[in-house]
Structures are given as structure tokens and as C-alpha cells.
């Protein structure tokens, strides 16, 4: 049996206990009144007949049942205290069993009224819960873009509104994972092209390299081989590092560091780069100026940026890292005099594989945004400024600390 089907009868069970109570409780009532007049009219009629024993039995329940009364009759009770709104009457059979029958009708028809307002009730809910059926259904079936019609504060609108929050979360995860597969089948794609060239370039340079090549050409051979298989290791671990970040795997130890040590650490590792190439690094930080981060990997971040730069200056240029600390967030800001970025390859520098057009033949395309991974991860922001021929500017921000 349905819970709809359930309440109904439960319902209908109520009304009838409610007006068998009412009718026995009415009745009781009655009783009590029939008796007590009963007691006063034998009291009356004992005394009449002691006072005026020459009026008969007839004439007394003539007297007693007469329905007509005169005014002088009834101003005579009206002045020992009754009135026509009490009960003074003994044969009231009749009367009795009409209050009685009229209170149980009164009574079944409020227990009516209720079982058909619930009824009402039940009819509306059913419908709303197939209107929820059919509405998750339609979620089932991948379609996100349902709105609710109408909002009140009904339990089957609350749910609504709750499933349709839901509906939202499931359709933003449902694009992300659609976004995440498009980007896991286009990062492969990429590495694959990534280590095709310098492997296929080792493998030539392998299948050539026998006793009977000059002595020279086989140690070109070989540098060349080493600088490939570098490439690659540099590929591989900066793929494993970014896999590592999308995961959420890599716990950052944030603390506050001093600037000052962490960015000429940064120019220590890009030293020799700079020096063949005749670019001049410099830093412009307060000792006391600091960040709250992780050392190893803040280092990392800005050391890519720092190489970046290096490799778009000219011989004779300048890279200037200067930290700045305010009560709001500290600033780290990385410049250089190089060629600068084009407009249209501005927006997509962080892109993960992307080369601008300058870009160094043997760049990959993945610092930048193994930087932009590092930094977002740890709270902080990253952001690049640049024209053509202009230079490049990039600033990271770190929240402040207390």
C-alpha cells in the first residue's frame, strides 16, 4: 500500500474516532443536564402536590408539558432566575438526539474537510515529485541547462533548488573533465612531438657513429648526442613536475623567506647562461624585505623567468630583479632590455608548449608555465607586461604575511 493511500485511511480513521468521541461526549453531557432537571421538576411537582393537594396528577403534567406560555408566566420565571436560554423542560428526548446526531455530523464533516484538504495536499506533492523525477531524469541524460520555475517555501521547492545547485556543480565538473581530457589528449600529443625530434636526432646520430669516423666528427657527434639527451631530461622532469601540480600532489612549505638570499641563489643558477650570452643580471631588494612561500620552488619559479629573459637579451643588455613588501602583498618583479613580446603572443605566454615567435629553437615552450603552475599553487599571482622592442616585464605577487 502507497503512503498516499496510507494517510487517507489514517485520516478517515481519525474522523470517525473523532466524532464517535464527540457523540458520546455529547450525550454524557445531555445526560447530566436530563438529570439534574429531572431532580428540580420532582422537586417542584413533590412540593405542589404537599402544598396544593387538590390539584390532580393530570392537571400537573398538563401544566408541566404545555408547550404555549404566557408573558405573565414567563416574566413570573424571569424573576426567579430562568430564563428562555435554559433548559427547564423534561421531555427533551428529542432534543437530546439532535444535538447529539448534529455534533457528529458537524464533527464527520471537519474530519471531511481535513481528509480532503490532505488529499489536495498528496495530489499536489505527487505532482511535484514527478515534475523532480522528470528533472532528474533530464540530468541523467547530460542536460545541465535546467532552471527552476518558481521558488516558494515548500519542501518540494527547497529540494528543487538543492538538486538544481547540484545540477550546477555536476555541469561545471562535467566541463572541466571534458576540458581535462582535451588538454590530457593535446599534452600528449605535444610531448610526443616534444620527444620525437631530439630522439630521432639521437637515434640518427647513434646509427652513424662507427670506428671509421674522423676523430672529430664523432666528439661532434657525441656533444651533440649529450646536449639532446640534456633536452630530454629537461623535458621529462618539467613534464613530471607539471603533472605533479595538476595532481595537487607537491606539498608547498610556506614560510616566511627572506628575498634577498632566495634571488641571488636564482642568479647564482643562471650565472653562466648569462655570462656567454653578455647579459648582466642584477638584484634591488631589501634585506629585511620577505615572502611567505616555498623556498625551493619559489626559486625554481623565478630562476625560469630569470633563463627566459636571459635568452630574449641581446649581448650588452640588462636583467634587473627588484622585491618590493607592502601591507598588502609582497612584490617580485623580474625586467629585462631584450626584443620584447609581440601583442599577439602576449596572451599566451603562460600557455602550456607554446613558442612565440622569437622564441630560441630548442625552447619547449614549458618554463613560463611551469612558473605560472608554481606560483598559482602557492596563493600567489603572476602576471607579464611587454612591447615589441620594449623589453618584458614580469611581476608576481605573494599575499602579505603577519
Keep these: 500500500m502507497k503512503a498516499s493511500s496510507k494517510i487517507i485511511i489514517i485520516c478517515l480513521i481519525m474522523t470517525l474516532l473523532i466524532s464517535l468521541c464527540a457523540r458520546i461526549i455529547v450525550t454524557v453531557l445531555l445526560d447530566n443536564v436530563k438529570k439534574e432537571e429531572y431532580n428540580t421538576f420532582s422537586k417542584i411537582v413533590s412540593d405542589i402536590r404537599e402544598k396544593y393537594p387538590d390539584v390532580s396528577e393530570e392537571e400537573i403534567i398538563g401544566i408541566l408539558n404545555s408547550e404555549s406560555a404566557d408573558s405573565e408566566t414567563t416574566g413570573l420565571l424571569r424573576s426567579y432566575g430562568i430564563t428562555d436560554n435554559d433548559w427547564i423542560a423534561v421531555n427533551n428526548t428529542r432534543t437530546s438526539f439532535s444535538v447529539s446526531v448534529c455534533a457528529g455530523v458537524i464533527c464527520l464533516a471537519s474530519g471531511l474537510c481535513l481528509t480532503s484538504v490532505i488529499l489536495i495536499y498528496i495530489v499536489r506533492q505527487k505532482k511535484k515529485i514527478k515534475e523532480l523525477t522528470r528533472y532528474v531524469h533530464m540530468i541523467n541524460e547530460g542536460k545541465y541547462d535546467l532552471y527552476p520555475e518558481k521558488n516558494s517555501e515548500e519542501e518540494t521547492s527547497v529540494l528543487q533548488n538543492e538538486i538544481y545547485k547540484t545540477t550546477v556543480v555536476l555541469r561545471e565538473k562535467s566541463e572541466k573533465a571534458i576540458k581535462a581530457r582535451i588538454q590530457l589528449k593535446d599534452s600528449i600529443s605535444d610531448i610526443s612531438h616534444q620527444l620525437k625530434t631530439p630522439l630521432t636526432s639521437v637515434t640518427l646520430m647513434l646509427d652513424n657513429l662507427n670506428d671509421d669516423l674522423p676523430l672529430q666528427l664523432r666528439r661532434n657527434f657525441m656533444r651533440d648526442i649529450k646536449t639532446q639527451t ?92 627588484t622585491a618590493q613588501e607592502n601591507k598588502l602583498y609582497t612584490r617580485i618583479t623580474v625586467r629585462d632590455s631584450g626584443c620584447g ?62
Design 230 to 321: 640534456n633536452h630530454i631530461s629537461f623535458l621529462i622532469r618539467s613534464l613530471l613536475t607539471l603533472s605533479r601540480l595538476d595532481a595537487d600532489v607537491i606539498d608547498f612549505h610556506k614560510e616566511a623567506i627572506p628575498l634577498k638570499p632566495l634571488l641571488d641563489s636564482c642568479i647564482s643558477h643562471t650565472e653562466i647562461m648569462a655570462e656567454l650570452r653578455g647579459v648582466t643580471v642584477c638584484v634591488i631588494a631589501d634585506e629585511k624585505c620577505s615572502a611567505l612561500c616555498d623556498k625551493k620552488w619559489t626559486a625554481e619559479a623565478i630562476t625560469n623567468i630569470v633563463k627566459n629573459c636571459i635568452e630574449h637579451t641581446p649581448s650588452g643588455g640588462n636583467v634587473c630583479i
Design 341 to 402: 613580446i609581440s601583442r599577439e603572443d602576449l596572451p599566451h605566454i603562460f600557455d602550456r608548449f607554446y613558442r612565440a615567435k622569437n622564441s630560441d629553437e630548442n625552447s619547449v615552450g614549458i618554463g613560463l608555465s611551469l612558473t605560472k603552475a608554481i606560483i598559482e599553487k602557492q596563493g600567489g599571482y603572476i602576471s607579464a607586461a611587454s612591447g615589441q622592442g620594449a623589453g618584458s616585464e614580469f611581476v608576481i605577487r605573494f599575499p602579505a604575511h603577519e
